[in-house]
């Protein structure tokens, strides 16, 4: 062991209750017991397993589930998906109300690189995963655990919360790995790390439901002994309404109906206040066009009869 991790293990020691067996073991039995069900639970493919992760980034998982359905109802493996025209991901994306269109595009051309490069295979660990495009570490992170129970312990907002009420943590990143880290038993990351995020999404919310939720911590929890349930800030969400982000979907979801649009045709469907010469006019909309075209999702044509808009195919 290097100087670096012994150091590292026994910084994340002094915030674990002596038995760290009990507590693994009380947290694997609740979840075990019950838990919420979702389908990708019910899979170990890696497909259907990224396919619901990249879904969920900032969307709930109750309106996850039926998008991710249909999705895999119209592409049902990786080769399907990459064969896709990506404007058809992407207008699916943008009527299911997914998020950034972004996603979808990054999510085709991953499947495109398993089929076209690794020829079918899929990378089986954190660091092989995050070669795909769009793949993050933390999504990496959770495909390998969930796909291949070969993932580390999986860190995020919900995650840091419930550690840093349970073991009275610094709100400190490396130290939310370290005790992550080595509270997870070796070997068990799709178990683990299903169960400590159901912890916190059901028990360790913003405000938590220790006792109506039967947590299993709450003998070691420092914030159920304490009564004191603060927790790291979590970043809110922009409005989305009005926002550059929604007239950037609204885009996408017009030109899905149309071959092509000249800009005065695209502009009144994307907002009603659209005037050529104003505030909201041609150099707004050519702005959200040229942010999308950089994206690779619309082409943007000069011709003699001025600039038209398109999804790009």
């Not at 070669?131 to 933390?138: A, D, I, S, T």
């Not at 992550?180 to 070997?187: C, I, Y």
């Not at 800030?233 to 979907?249: A, I, K, L, Y």
Request: net charge negative; with cysteine; proline share 5%.
């Amino acid at each position: 062991m290097s100087d670096q991790s012994a150091t590292d293990d026994a910084s994340a020691a002094e915030y674990l209750p002596a038995d760290a067996g009990a507590v693994q073991d009380a947290l694997v039995t609740w979840y075990t017991a019950d838990h919420r069900s979702y389908p990708w639970r019910e899979t170990t493919d890696p497909y259907e397993i990224l396919v619901s992760e990249v879904m969920s980034q900032q969307t709930q998982l109750d309106r996850v589930v039926s998008a991710w359905t249909d999705f895999l109802d119209r592409w049902p493996t990786v080769a399907d998906l990459a064969a896709a025209d990506r404007s058809d991901v992407v207008g699916f994306w943008t009527a299911h109300s997914l998020g950034y269109n972004n996603r979808a595009k990054y999510l085709h051309e991953a499947a495109r690189q398993v089929v076209e490069e690794r020829d079918g295979e899929w990378p089986r660990n954190p660091d092989g995963l995050s070669e795909l495009m769009g793949v993050g570490p933390y999504t990496a992170n959770a495909v390998a655990s969930f796909a291949f129970d070969n993932g580390n312990a999986v860190v995020d907002t919900n995650v840091k919360r419930v550690l840093y009420r349970a073991f009275d943590l610094p709100d400190d990143d490396a130290t939310f790995e370290e005790v992550a880290q080595r509270l997870m038993p070796e070997g068990e990351s799709r178990i683990w790390n299903n169960a400590v995020m159901e912890l916190g999404g059901v028990a360790c919310e913003k405000t938590p439901d220790c006792d109506g939720a039967q947590c299993p911590w709450r003998e070691w929890c420092a914030a159920y002994q304490t009564g004191d349930f603060t927790a790291p800030d979590v970043p809110t969400q922009p409005t989305f309404e009005g926002s550059r982000r929604q007239m950037r979907g609204r885009v996408v979801s017009v030109l899905t109906e149309y071959d092509e649009l000249a800009l005065d045709e695209l502009g009144p469907r994307v907002r009603v206040d659209y005037a050529p010469g104003g505030e909201n006019g041609r150099e707004w909309l050519r702005g959200l066009l040229d942010d999308l075209a950089d994206d690779g999702i619309v082409a943007v044509n000069e011709g003699d009869d001025g600039t038209t808009a398109s999804l790009k195919r």
